[in-house]
């Protein structure tokens, strides 16, 4: 098995008497896709917010490679190599695409705010920053879209930039909420190709509704129902898990 | 500072919370429940206040100038949501900033000419002339009781209206999220144009019925100002109950503050802002 | 809106620049020199003490009237600006006047911060300063300068009138409280002066925060204090509200008020009934019965259709000693030495009765005992006789 | 699809055109205009590098303080205290002290002011004014409310400050070293996170940024460059006193921001040079037929205000723009 990079161990959280998220022990490991699906309000979001220290847990434990990162920051953990994208679209409208990317970029590499040189050297002539960001630009396929105002772009195009603006900050693990949602045929096609060709050295949680691609990507799949996790497994175990159909699937893919 | 001195003290903090809650009740309908940065609220105090003497002159009874007042400033607050704010709700804080901070100029301008820079007195009723004697050379004005129960009226009937009617569910609705209120058919124009009308009305009502303690002065609706913001935000902004417990606290601190720690009195108010919202960066009862 | 060219952007801009540079120039090709004296007021005309500014503004404008509205002969032109009781503009605005209109006498101000702003003004042009109010102590001591004259008083010297009256009508234990800002502390030192002087003993000082009006919890103290009378500072919308707040709280028939004379003026039809029978000490008073007094309230009354206050006179008295002093020197305002020599020894006949000028150029003057009847300060006799201020650490240049 | 560059650090041509016209007239005002008019005018660009300080913060971070005067007062008394009653001190120590010391205020205070959002902000920001207001303005040893004279300005040994015209050209200087510094701060690191941080927050942090630390640094930086205004207006004036760091003056300062347009600088100059220009102008308004338009200078100033905000939402340099025809505006 290859190594793990994130783990998460009896995860809970409640907001009042509602466990949204109810102890969930998951793991993810390099080179491998971890698909997280069900339906709606099942706490799959919840679960990333976790994951990427956006909401403090209310129990349980999360690993990071070696580093237990329970409780820490948002920040402090995509620090330590965790990259994470949005269900509903979260860019810099404003800003070009590139400048949304470079921003991303140099959060890697930047003198700590209180430091004078970091006001005055020009951000845009640090090498190191823009050579990451342009690998990500050029990953994500967006190099023709580089100085187009990322709000004025199409919907598909925006959730390339979130995914571009996650590799730029160049994570081992990438927590994914619904990069298919909203997009075309064509477009959902390239998003797949685009998730196939991440999967070396990174390890990947996505959290998608879209069947077809799930079962093309997953190496790995979790079933969450009402916060629980009912099953988990390859696809194939998935498929054949009886009461997963039952809770979730329905005959079609019986 | 013997029981009874203490417990006298304590009626007056209780009577300038409740006071403060009056003069900051029309700030927590506009500012709070509509989220508009509402610079001018002092303005419409001051105009209330010369309102309020210059009926009272007119009519001579001061009942009649509080429902004249009362009138007239809804109508006021009314033309001014049309005129104006109406296309200030979806705009960024700081125009709304600016617009108000305009307005407390031009305002204070109307009030010169209109009424003139003099300092007046409204004359307490004659009903309510006497005071009640407390201790043998300290008495308490009949006019402040009856000036703490129209407070508290007043704070039962804006917590009942904006948490018991269908109107106060409309507005809160309104306030939450103006676009789903509207598409489900409520006239959220409306509704908006009502809340600020009975801001203003608030606003001015208070004048009136302070101006006999107050007097009448230029400039008086600045000094109400600063407060009326401290009690809405230490309150939790939309919450009328938190500005009320949130006037009588600044009521405390101030009274108390005045008698035992006078050196740093002035500033203690806004040290107890300071923590309350460094501890609980929403206010003390935001929803 | 196509692109326009540069050309047409060039002229555009320039335009919107000379525009403003030029509206910034224009007065100052106007100011021909001509030989009219040149009189510049810095008054507040905005804000609580609007009807101060304007009140003197009036009065000053009457004396010269009365003399065929000329000062030495010299006709005049007049220069406003208004200072709205604001200290962060005070050294702005009067440089306004002394240095783009050129003034040779500044008239102002009220507020006594503004007035801190004005005397620095002063004292670095060197130009008459004549202060028809503010009572700041340092305008007339450590900041003294031989062109600032002051025409009202400095602001211990109503309340150094006090403590001896207090005294004598049997009050050995009192109470002092006003806000806690420049004029009240100065206030609190003639009082603290003059009573312990004549034998009485402060029990406590209270002090409430500026602009605060909440007094409720003072008077409490006050009343838990039981002293045998209470002395105060206040004056405007303030001095009205804390005389009703000391009535309706039942002090006012069983511990004596007394203050500075400032707490009754101009504001006893908004105090009303609850202001009766308060005693205050001040430099002038409304009922003073001299045919000099009577004379002036006809003629104030008569041109401005408002009854006059202290204020009204001491711009009054601002132009009677400007006239002596004009006439003194013919007019010759640049002869400075001999001009202000004649200030200085002037005794101006005024409705508040004569007074004469301090080495400082602080009113030497009598401070009348007042009391308050049915809306009329009632003269009942005179505090202090030629009272004047200390001056202290005064160097006259 | 147009290639808009952030607007922030990409001036329009004709707002590059307005500050160079803008400096050349500066340049040479003192030649054409009396003592008095080159004092007015070094005031204004005193309050433009306040103005600025505050831009910082409002423009290009969106925190939106209602105390930044707090700063700009603390360090004219800085020097008051500073300066002995008889004799001046140098501006070369004193000028950093006074710096250092409103930033190191704004650091403490912004310590503490920095973790609220929105509307709280803007409230704690105004608290924490007021008790600095507060502080001095009831203490003696502080000056208490009648404020502290500065009797000689700061001396510089190359340069004699007390001579009007190198006042006014020494504030020029400063003036546009700010503006220099700012400008070339919105393409440095901390300013291109700043920007990220005002449009936003959220996904800031989800990249790694603690945006504590940026905005404790912007809330300093701010802070001392207010310092830097006050200071100078101790020195120009000769007179501090509490109003400086009271609720107006941060009103004031906001007004010039939003008047002039916010986010690029040159619009805080511009809002303050309109600003302190309208309120003479409104002020000087002759008597028309016995009605004294200058007496109601409040009126017109109110209206011009209340003008400004519905028909240019984005300020003077938004007319500017449209007036000056650029289309990528």
Same mark, same amino acid.
């Given at each position: ?59 349980? /434990?999360?690993?990071?490679? #070696? ?5 820490? !920051? %948002?920040? @402090?953990?995509?620090?330590? $190599? =965790? ?47 823009? /050579?990451?960001?342009?690998? #990500? ?5 967006? !190099? %023709?879209? @580089?100085?187009?105002?990322? $709000? =004025? ?102 | ?287 | ?397 | ?329």
């Amino acid at each position: 098995m290859h190594e793990i990079l994130l783990s998460a161990r009896h995860l809970t959280k409640r907001f009042g008497g509602l466990a949204a998220v109810n102890d969930v022990s998951l793991d993810l490991s390099r080179d491998e896709i971890h698909a997280v699906i069900g339906p709606n309000g099942a706490g799959k979001s919840t679960l990333t917010h976790l994951l990427s220290g956006d909401l403090p847990s209310t129990s349980g /434990q999360i690993q990071l490679g #070696a580093q237990d990162v329970t409780g820490w !920051s %948002a920040d @402090r953990i995509s620090h330590h $190599g =965790l990259g994470r994208s949005f269900q509903k679209t979260n860019i810099f409208s404003p800003l070009s695409v590139w400048e949304n990317i470079r921003l991303a970029a140099q959060s890697r590499s930047t003198p700590a705010p209180g430091n004078p040189l970091g006001w005055w050297l020009r951000a845009d002539a640090h090498a190191g920053v823009n /050579q990451r960001a342009e690998r #990500a630009l050029n990953l994500a396929r967006l !190099s %023709a879209r @580089r100085d187009t105002v990322a $709000g =004025l772009m199409s919907h598909g195009e925006q959730r390339q930039l979130e995914i571009a603006m996650c590799l730029a900050t160049e994570p081992e693990v990438l927590l994914l909420d619904e990069p298919l949602a909203g997009m075309g045929v064509a477009e959902a096609e390239r998003m797949v190709e685009l998730l196939l060709a991440l999967k070396q050295d990174h390890a990947m949680l996505l959290v998608e509704h879209d069947m077809d691609a799930v079962f093309t990507l997953a190496d790995r799949l979790t079933v969450m129902v009402n916060g629980q996790v009912i099953a988990s497994g390859t696809p194939a175990e998935i498929r054949a898990d009886a009461n997963v159909q039952a809770a979730y699937l329905g005959e079609e893919h019986a | 500072m013997d029981l009874a001195n203490f417990l006298i003290q304590l009626l007056n903090s209780v009577q300038y919370g409740l006071l403060l809650f009056m003069l900051a009740a029309g700030l927590t309908l506009i500012f709070g429940i509509m989220g508009v940065v509402n610079l001018a609220h002092g303005s419409f105090y001051m105009l209330g206040a010369y309102l309020g003497y210059a009926l009272c002159a007119a009519w001579g009874s001061l009942t009649l100038a509080i429902a004249g007042g009362a009138a007239l400033s809804v109508l006021f607050g009314l033309l001014l949501e049309r005129l104006l704010f109406r296309h200030f709700y979806h705009r960024d804080h700081l125009d709304q900033v600016l617009l108000t901070f305009g307005l407390i100029y031009i305002f204070e301008e109307m009030r010169s000419i209109l009424w003139g820079d003099d300092v007046h007195g409204v004359p307490v009723p004659a009903a309510l002339e006497w005071s009640i004697p407390l201790t043998e050379n300290l008495s308490y004005p009949a006019y402040r009781l009856f000036m703490s129960g129209v407070c508290l009226l007043l704070a039962a009937g804006l917590y009942l209206l904006i948490s018991k009617t269908r109107l106060g569910m409309k507005i809160r609705a309104g306030a939450f999220n103006r676009d789903m209120t509207e598409s489900l058919g409520i006239n959220i124009q409306r509704i908006h144009a009502i809340v600020f009308a009975m801001g203003v009305g608030l606003a001015a009502v208070a004048g009136i019925v302070a101006a006999p303690v107050s007097s009448v002065y230029p400039n008086m609706g600045s000094q109400v100002l600063i407060m009326c913001f401290v009690v809405v935000v230490i309150g939790g902004i939309g919450s009328i109950r938190g500005a009320l417990i949130a006037a009588l606290l600044v009521g405390l601190v101030d009274t108390f503050g005045k008698v035992l720690l006078p050196q740093v009195a002035s500033m203690l108010v806004y040290v107890l802002m300071a923590l309350v919202l460094l501890w609980k960066p929403q206010g003390l009862f935001k929803q | 809106m196509t692109q326009p060219n540069r050309r047409q952007l060039l002229t555009r801009s320039a335009a919107v620049i000379g525009a403003a540079s030029t509206g910034l120039l224009l007065p100052e090709i106007v100011r021909a020199q001509s030989n009219k004296v040149r009189v510049g007021f810095m008054l507040p005309y905005t804000g609580t003490f609007a009807p101060l500014g304007v009140a003197i503004e009036n009065a000053f404008r009457m004396a010269l009237d009365e003399q065929g509205g000329k000062l030495g002969g010299r006709e005049i032109e007049w220069f406003k600006v208004d200072d709205e009781s604001e200290p962060s503009k005070g050294v702005e605005n009067a440089s306004r006047l002394v240095q783009r209109d050129k003034v040779d006498i500044l008239v102002g101000t009220v507020h006594s911060g503004v007035q801190m702003g004005i005397q620095k003004v002063a004292r670095d042009s060197g130009v008459l300063s004549l202060i028809p109010n503010a009572g700041v102590h340092a305008a007339t001591r450590a900041l003294c300068a031989p062109n600032v004259f002051r025409t009202s008083f400095s602001n211990s010297q109503p309340t150094r009138a006090l403590g001896k009256v207090m005294v004598d009508k049997g009050h050995k234990k009192a109470v002092w409280i006003t806000w806690k800002y420049a004029a009240g502390d100065e206030a609190f030192e003639g009082f603290k002066e003059s009573y312990t002087a004549a034998g009485g003993t402060i029990v406590k000082e209270l002090g409430l925060p500026f602009p605060n009006v909440e007094f409720q919890a003072l008077l409490t103290e006050i009343a838990a204090l039981k002293p045998d009378a209470v002395a105060c500072f206040f004056a405007g919308g303030g001095a009205a509200k804390f005389i009703k707040d000391y009535a309706a709280a039942g002090l006012k028939g069983k511990i004596p008020l007394y203050g500075s004379g400032f707490l009754t003026e101009g504001v006893l039809d908004a105090a009303g009934p609850a202001a009766d029978g308060i005693y205050t000490t001040l430099h002038y008073s409304d009922s003073l019965d001299t045919a000099r007094n009577k004379a002036f309230r006809l003629a104030y009354a008569k041109t401005f259709k408002l009854q006059p206050d202290v204020y009204a006179v001491q711009g009054y008295d601002t132009g009677l000693l400007m006239i002596q002093g004009a006439n003194a020197v013919k007019g010759d305002l640049s002869n400075k030495k001999a001009l202000y020599a004649a200030m200085e020894s002037a005794v101006i006949d005024s409705p508040r009765g004569k007074w004469s000028m301090s080495k400082q150029h602080n009113p030497v003057q009598d401070i009348y005992l007042r009391v308050v009847e049915n809306k009329e300060n009632k003269v009942v006799g005179v505090a202090a006789k030629a009272l004047a201020d200390s001056g202290a650490g005064c160097r006259m240049a | 699809m147009s290639t808009a560059r952030a607007h922030l650090e990409v001036l329009p041509r004709s707002i590059q055109l307005v500050l160079w016209l803008g400096l050349l007239a500066l340049l040479a005002f003192p030649w054409i205009g009396s003592d008095f008019h080159a004092q007015m005018v070094s005031r204004m660009m005193i309050l433009a590098i306040f103005a600025m300080s505050l831009d910082l913060l409002q423009g290009v971070t969106g925190l939106v303080s209602l105390g930044h005067a707090a700063y700009f007062g603390l360090a004219g008394y800085l020097l008051a205290f500073m300066t002995p009653p008889g004799e001046p001190v140098s501006l070369w120590w004193t000028l950093p002290v006074a710096v250092l010391g409103a930033g190191l205020a704004a650091a403490v205070i912004g310590f503490f002011v920095v973790r609220t959002q929105g509307i709280y902000f803007i409230m704690v920001t105004m608290a924490f004014a007021q008790m600095v207001f507060y502080l001095f303005f009831d203490n003696k040893v502080l000056g208490g409310s009648d404020g502290i004279y500065i009797n000689f300005k700061p001396d510089a040994v190359l340069f004699d400050l007390e001579n009007k015209q190198v006042f006014y050209y020494f504030t020029l200087a400063c003036l546009v070293g700010v503006y220099l510094f700012l400008r070339r701060l919105l393409w440095s690191p901390l300013g291109r996170t700043l920007n990220g941080i005002r449009i936003n927050e959220h996904r800031m942090r989800a990249m790694g940024y603690s945006t504590f630390g940026y905005k404790l640094t912007a809330f300093t930086v701010a802070g001392a460059l207010a310092g830097l205004a006050g200071y100078l207006w101790g020195a120009q004036t000769g007179y501090v006193n509490p109003e400086l760091m009271g609720f107006h003056m941060s009103a004031h300062a906001i007004m010039m921001v939003i008047l002039g347009g916010m986010g690029n600088f040159a619009g805080a100059m511009v809002g303050a040079f309109c600003f302190e220009y309208l309120l003479h102008l409104f002020k000087d308004l002759p008597t028309v037929g016995g009605f004294q338009m200058g007496k109601h200078w409040q009126l017109w100033m109110g209206s011009f205000i209340v003008l400004v905000v519905i028909w240019a939402p984005r300020g003077v340099l938004g007319l500017i723009q449209r007036f000056g025809g650029d289309s990528d505006a």
